[in-house]
């Protein structure tokens, strides 16, 4: 089946690095993405990593992929005020552009 | 270069009325999909259009339709509108319609029901 699960919540202190973690259970997922969500505002991308890559890095951002245990993070480095937000997990589905989403995890990041 | 556009922002409606939600992707984007969320059920998949054809629908009742015209530009269309279709609806495009797509996101039309 399709599912996608966070945690709801994560604070953290300026300055400190974030982790947000994602599981999946579709396996034929190809495609993981993370997505930022600011307050009255849509989705924005953040990056997405192949299903046959482990990591990808992209300035702050690193993505962590485990396929094996269908388990997905991202980490933020030097976290700020500004990433405060709801992130959301999404993988990839065999229709297409179907997304599959996460319920999102708020980020509170503290001064 | 413009992202997605979607009008309009914030729309009130009451019970048993229709509405149409307009969504125009970014230039060169052919696929347009259709999400709605709510603080229930999350962001759920409503529909994609892809070259004027509906590609993939969700489970969602027959009130909820949409079409794409030949500029990519797409629709969505409630009827009968009920309380619970109160919801932010986001549009997504990309290049195509496929796996190694990424979408983008508009900042969607929030849609109040009284």
């Known amino acids: 089946g399709e599912d996608v699960e966070q945690s709801l919540f994560l604070s953290v202190r300026e300055g400190d690095s974030s982790v947000i973690n994602c599981t999946y259970t579709?396996?034929?997922?190809?495609?993981l993405y993370w997505y930022k969500q600011e307050p009255g505002a849509g989705l924005q991308l953040l990056t997405y990593?192949?299903?046959?890559?482990d990591m990808k890095q992209d300035q702050r951002l690193t993505v962590l992929l485990n396929k094996k245990d269908k388990h997905l993070s991202l980490r933020i480095a030097d976290t700020q005020t500004g990433d405060s937000a709801i992130y959301f997990c999404a993988e990839s589905t065999n229709q297409g552009g179907k997304l599959i989403f996460g319920q999102g995890t708020e980020l509170s990041v503290k001064p | 270069k413009a992202g997605v556009t979607q009008t309009p922002r914030y729309l009130i409606k009451t019970r048993g009325q229709q509405v149409t939600l307009s969504c125009s992707p970014i230039s060169g984007h052919r696929s347009v999909s259709w999400y709605q969320q709510t603080p229930g059920q999350g962001l759920q998949f409503l529909f994609e259009y892809f070259s004027e054809t509906q590609r993939n629908k969700g489970n969602f009742p027959g009130r909820f339709s949409g079409r794409q015209f030949s500029n990519s530009r797409s629709e969505m269309n409630v009827s009968t509108l009920e309380l619970g279709d109160s919801a932010l609806y986001l549009c997504?495009?990309?290049?195509?319609?496929?796996?190694?797509?990424?979408?983008?996101f508009g900042d969607g039309t929030r849609l109040s029901i009284l």
């Open positions: 990593i192949f299903s046959n890559m």
């Open positions: 997504a495009s990309s290049w195509a319609s496929g796996l190694d797509q990424p979408q983008h």
């Open positions: 579709d396996s034929s997922s190809t495609y």
